[in-house]
């Protein structure tokens, strides 16, 4: 009797699971038939108040940085001048949360360690440094020495043990694009936030100013519609994706 139990156990499951997944499914439907129908802005009214929603419901700053900044970029240029909008700042905060976004992690096979860079997407130039980088990066995040290669010099023993014999003196620029090359993970979450307690007061302005340019009943029924909080709901992907990068449990 026992198996018949279990099995049955297993289909009332199955059932559960298939149902929640057809009102994800409606849900889903529903919110795409709803979104796509022809509003009285048009279409571009309607794209951009989906941005902009998106801006509000995401949990994860870097997310709501690039979401506000394409957002912008969203505008035709010859309807930008009535916009307190700096586009020249929203292209530098658009770059470097892309990049912060896209951080590689691998195991260096040396030393054993997890390894975090960050890809900037631009030359490692002292002008770019000027440019993306100087403005926020008030901080000293933790990272492997060891894996630096242009700024130290250290030797091995011959039981394994790293010692460093020399630092080499170089700008503070140049050091700090190799260090974001060999960040640990608290490293790479100091960056994070250090950018990110910069940036988003910039992009609260930003996302208010683009508010004004959707009509107000058309962004206050996308904002419901991604507000839902039905299982399978768009607004629950949304929040999903967004959850922030954490640090591993052993790490100190």
């Known amino acids: 009797m026992k198996p018949k139990k279990k099995k049955k156990k297993e289909q009332t499951d199955n059932n559960e699971d298939t149902q929640n997944q057809e ?17 009285r802005g048009g279409i571009y009214e309607q794209l951009l108040s989906q941005f902009l929603a998106q801006a509000v419901i995401v949990t994860d700053p870097l997310k709501r940085i690039k979401i506000v900044c394409e957002a912008a970029l969203l505008i035709p240029e010859k309807e930008r001048g009535d916009l307190a909008v700096d586009y020249e700042q929203v292209n530098m905060l658009n770059r470097v949360a892309n990049a912060l976004l896209n951080s590689v992690t691998r195991k260096d096979l040396d030393f054993g360690v997890d390894v975090v860079s960050i890809p900037w997407g631009f030359g490692y130039t002292e002008e770019n440094f000027k440019e993306f980088i100087e403005p926020w990066v008030e901080c000293q995040p933790n990272y492997w020495p060891y894996l630096l290669k242009k700024h130290v010099e250290f030797s091995q023993d011959r039981y394994g043990q790293v010692k460093i014999v020399k630092i080499i003196e170089t700008p503070t620029w140049s050091f700090l694009y190799e260090v974001c090359a060999c960040l640990t993970h608290v490293g790479y979450n100091t960056v994070k936030n250090a950018f990110a307690a910069w940036a988003i007061p910039k992009v609260q302005l930003y996302l208010a100013e ?43």
């Open 210 to 252: 683009l508010t004004q340019v959707v009509s107000p009943s058309l962004y206050a029924e996308v904002i419901g519609l991604y507000r839902r909080n039905s299982k399978g709901s768009y607004a629950e992907k949304v929040k999903e994706a967004a959850k922030p990068v954490e640090a591993p449990a052993d790490e100190t």
């Open 23 to 39: 009102e994800g499914q409606s849900d889903l439907q529903k919110f795409v038939q709803t979104a796509l129908r022809q509003p």
